[in-house]
């Protein structure tokens, strides 16, 4: 009887039972559920009573049908299930009106760091698209690429130095922030500086901990949700960094990716005298992956790209829009993968980050601003043409809202900026190169 939804944007989309499967499901992983089949039952039971109460010539709303859900959760029993979706209806509706408003606070963002880098950007030039374009005009872009490297690597050596002079109390490094934020290169440069000073870091991989690929929440278009810390099993992490704290042996997983597989008990690991556990994650500071360890025994990075840069219009750069594009090149020259899926994604990793990374920024020791002026510049000559493309296929497609605002949003940035090709005033060693190739680091 269902055949259409209205969306809060009023666009009638086809009804599709599956998107309240998914739901439902993904609200039962984020309390430890990892039974779909239940998912799919307590579906057939909000149809069930979306057509009991069905009006002759009306078309049920996605919180009419968001209500039915709750309903149905509680009166099955599921308090916890019901509890973790009202908390994500929640979110959305916070995430909404976030972007509704032109003036928002925050208490997630450090404002003393970003005073500084405007500071900085101001100092140099480069607080506006107009000055970098000016500067680029001038044939200065070297310049700007030596002035952006230089302030990202004292920033690296200030966390190196905290570490160090905390070294006798400390276990675990870890260095986190959300996707493309450039934690594999700052990992690695960070570690070198610690080895020079007698120190090695030792990575435990939590990738190993994912869960098998059959349990990780999807959507209707078959795109999984790695994005939330439940898809790793923290219980495990969080057991074996208390053992290996105390000085014992562990075998820790291995997660075949093509299989979608994790093989437990596989790999034995032990920390030495000289040796520091790094764990280098998206997840890395929330709270159930590490609650074993004392806070005095971790040293926290945070990474962000806190770029100070304003359009012609006087709207600063958005950080997450310089991520995606960094996550599209990276995954296009590292995994082969299509830059539009990243951008249909992309939706997972925003709300995940916002509710599970961003707000544990103020909890880091140290945080990291690995922003380039000059990616811009770059990001203008490879993708300007793609998010116009994709600015026209989304438009008008009820079903793919987020991706046509962002490659709206992002269109809209690269054509101000004046590209450049040549990438070869870029350093190798550059956090830049961690996506768009030539990284003298293996990754």
């Known amino acids: 009887m269902i055949k259409n939804v209205v969306k809060r944007s009023g666009a009638v989309v086809p009804f599709n039972p599956e998107r309240i499967t998914n739901a439902i499901y993904r609200a039962a992983v984020a309390v430890g ?3 779909r089949t239940i998912a799919v039952q307590l579906t057939t039971e909000v149809i069930q009573l979306l057509e009991k109460q069905a009006i002759s010539d009306h078309t049920p709303t996605v919180e009419e049908i968001q209500d039915i859900v709750e309903n149905v959760l509680i ?26 408003n032109r003036i928002v606070t925050s208490d997630y963002v450090p404002w003393a760091k970003i005073w500084q880098i405007l500071d900085w950007a101001a100092d140099h030039g480069i607080h506006t698209i107009k000055g970098l374009n000016e500067r680029i005009a001038r044939g200065e872009f070297a310049e700007v690429v030596h002035e952006s490297d230089k302030a990202y690597s004292e ?21 986190s922030g959300p996707s493309s934020s450039g934690k594999t290169t700052t990992t690695i440069k960070i570690g070198m500086r610690l080895k020079h000073q007698g120190l090695n870091l030792v990575t435990l991989n939590v990738d ?19 994005e939330t810390p439940q898809a790793l099993d923290l219980y495990l992490i969080d057991q074996h960094l208390s053992q290996l704290v105390a000085g014992e042996e562990v075998y820790i997983p291995f997660y075949d990716f ?8 596989h790999t034995p690991i032990k920390i030495g005298s000289n040796d520091l556990i790094l764990i280098d994650s998206l997840h890395g500071l929330f709270p159930n992956m590490t609650i074993s360890v004392p806070d005095e025994q971790k040293f926290k990075v945070y990474l962000e790209p806190l770029l100070q840069m304003k359009d012609p219009n006087g709207e600063y750069i958005r950080w997450s829009d310089l991520r995606l594009i960094r996550r599209m090149l990276r995954d296009a020259v590292h995994r082969a993968y299509d830059p539009r899926r990243t951008l249909e994604h992309w939706h997972y990793v925003r709300s995940s980050e916002m509710h599970n990374i961003i707000p544990r920024i103020t909890e880091a020791d140290f945080i990291v601003n690995t922003g380039m002026p000059y990616e811009l510049p770059i990001f203008a000559a490879r993708m300007l043409d793609q998010f116009a493309q994709w600015e026209q296929d989304y438009a008008g497609n009820p079903l793919r809202e987020d991706s046509y605002e962002r490659a709206q949003r ?16 870029i350093p190798s060693d550059s956090v830049l190169r961690e996506f768009i190739g030539g990284s003298c680091y293996d990754y």
């Open 75 to 100: 009166e099955n029993g599921h308090a916890k299930v019901a509890k973790a979706y009202i908390l994500y209806r929640d979110e959305r509706s916070r995430l909404r009106r976030f972007r509704s």
């Open 410 to 425: 992002v269109h809209a940035v690269l054509q101000w900026v004046t590209p450049i090709m040549d990438d070869s005033a």
């Open 155 to 175: 920033d690296v050596e200030s966390a190196a130095e905290m570490i160090l002079d905390r070294q006798d109390k400390l276990k675990v490094i870890i260095i």
């Open 208 to 226: 190993n901990y994912f869960y098998d690929l059959e349990l990780h929440p999807r959507d209707e278009f078959g795109d999984y949700d790695f």
């Open 258 to 265: 093509k299989s979608g597989r994790r093989y437990n008990n």
């Open 33 to 35: 559920g990892r039974d």
